[in-house]
């Protein structure tokens, strides 16, 4: 059964880090790319980054670009989202997903599209405030 867990949400400050996790079961991540995503209270979820299955290649919205890093460690089967340089706009409930079966993720518009991704993790909490 495929199932992805989030973790390593929490309240920082602006200005902090934090390190979220998306642990992967049922899966490789060496042949299913995996996005993170994020909703914040009264808006539409959106896509804030991904990495492909195929050769690693990452991409990043220009919210979070330069602030924020996606990377996987397959002996863990486990995809990292680094945050650093927060903001008080961060704060949301972010989740990661697996990229549909034989989809390739070469495109920032596949990539933060909703529809490119099947399988959802419950999502983890991060707000940031001071």
């Known amino acids: 059964q495929v199932q992805l867990v989030e973790s390593g949400g929490g309240l920082v400050q602006p200005g902090g880090s934090l390190r979220l996790s998306c642990a992967a079961s049922g899966f490789t991540l060496d042949t299913t790319s995996i996005g993170w995503f994020r909703q914040a209270p009264g808006k539409e979820r959106e896509g804030i980054s991904c990495i492909s299955s195929s050769d690693g290649r990452t991409f990043y919205a220009d919210s979070v670009k330069g602030r924020f890093t996606i990377s996987r460690d397959t002996g863990k089967n486990t995809v990292y989202l680094e945050m650093n340089s927060l903001k008080p706009e961060d704060t949301a409930v972010y989740y990661c997903?697996?990229?549909?079966?034989?989809?390739?993720?070469?495109?920032?518009?596949?990539?933060?599209?909703?529809?490119?991704?099947?399988?959802w993790g419950q999502g983890t909490q991060v707000t940031v405030s001071s």
């Open positions: 997903a697996t990229a549909r079966a034989g989809l390739l993720l070469r495109l920032w518009g596949v990539c933060r599209a909703l529809s490119s991704y099947n399988v």
